[in-house]
């Protein structure tokens, strides 16, 4: 594209033009990959059905369930009290989550520390934020977001209600940011990631259908880190977002602190299955002096009929690096951030 698009982010604008619900992530969804066109997916995708392209333009059949494609799941729905911010601007973002009946809920189960996490990542996948609301009496949680750059998100509510026989929720919802606006490439598979002078390898492959091992390795100043500090229970905590529809993805830890088994680091053990073919971004959160650090990486599954390779370059570029800060510490020049929990 010559030109950016001049996007408006509020609610009122985007209705007129696109439909209340529906027009914002439709509107902006634009991530192009190794030279393909610019390509928008289908948000509200049912889990079990068949998956849409993904950024490489390939089709994938849904083998297993994927979070984050709807707004509303077993009677429980994510109302965004925020349909837009203004890009670089501090903003309180407002939601809550809705049982069948309408009523804000109010009570949940305690995962990996916390009744709720939220994520927010853009829909090129170059931004991401791991975030932590408060929650109001009346189930309003609230949490400010400073997003960088204007475009399409998707807001993810990751939560367990404490109703007997309800298990965990992604509950997923659209957010604009104003601004002139420019699709980005999502960029390419690489085994080495860069973060304030840490350095994070990933070993391991997501495999279509099926669980597979992923082990990232942190060192910082070539020694390795064995002194990795908990955070949300773990020594690590793992997201993966799909390209195309962000599909969320549960990545479990293989064991945490206190377990009498697992060390604190240097390597860090996960077990992911990917709902389909396709390409990913994985983003790391570890703590090490106090500090929480993002690592941002990009791989395929599947991406060969009837096999599960991927082809990775082995180091990072800069201008690949996402910005991973919170609203509190943007990112650091593009390569990753820290920010104290």
Known sequence: ??????????????????????????????????????????????????????????????????????????????????????????????????????????????????????????????????????????????????????????????????????????????????GPYRPQRLPAPRDTARVDGYEVRLDGTLRPGRGSGLNLTVSRDGEPVTDLQPYLGAYGHLVALRSGDLAYLHVHPGGGPGDGRTEPGPTVSFTATAPSAGSYRLFLDFKHDGVVRTAAFTVRAGTEAGTDTETRTPAPDASDAPDTGTSDHPGDNGQGTGHGH
């Open 1 to 178: 594209m010559q030109t950016g698009l001049k996007i408006t982010a509020f609610a009122a604008a985007l209705a007129a033009t696109f439909g209340a619900a529906y027009g914002v992530g439709q509107s902006l969804d634009l991530v192009v990959e190794d030279g393909a066109s610019a390509s928008a997916h289908d948000d509200r995708h049912t889990p079990g059905a068949s998956a849409p392209q993904d950024g490489d333009g390939r089709g994938g059949h849904e083998t297993t369930p994927a979070g984050g494609l709807q707004i509303s799941e077993n009677g429980y729905t994510l109302d965004l009290g925020t349909l837009g911010v203004e890009a670089g601007h501090r903003t309180e973002l407002r939601f809550t989550v809705r049982d069948e009946r309408g009523r804000a809920v109010t009570e949940y189960r305690r995962e990996h520390d916390k009744e709720l996490h939220l994520i927010v990542a853009s829909r090129d996948l170059l931004t991401y934020r791991h975030l932590h609301p408060t929650r109001a009496a009346d189930g309003t949680w609230s949490t400010p977001v400073d997003l960088p750059k204007a475009g399409g998100y998707r807001v993810f509510a990751d939560f367990t209600p404490a109703k007997e026989g309800v298990g965990n929720l992604t509950l997923g919802a659209d957010l604009a940011a104003s």
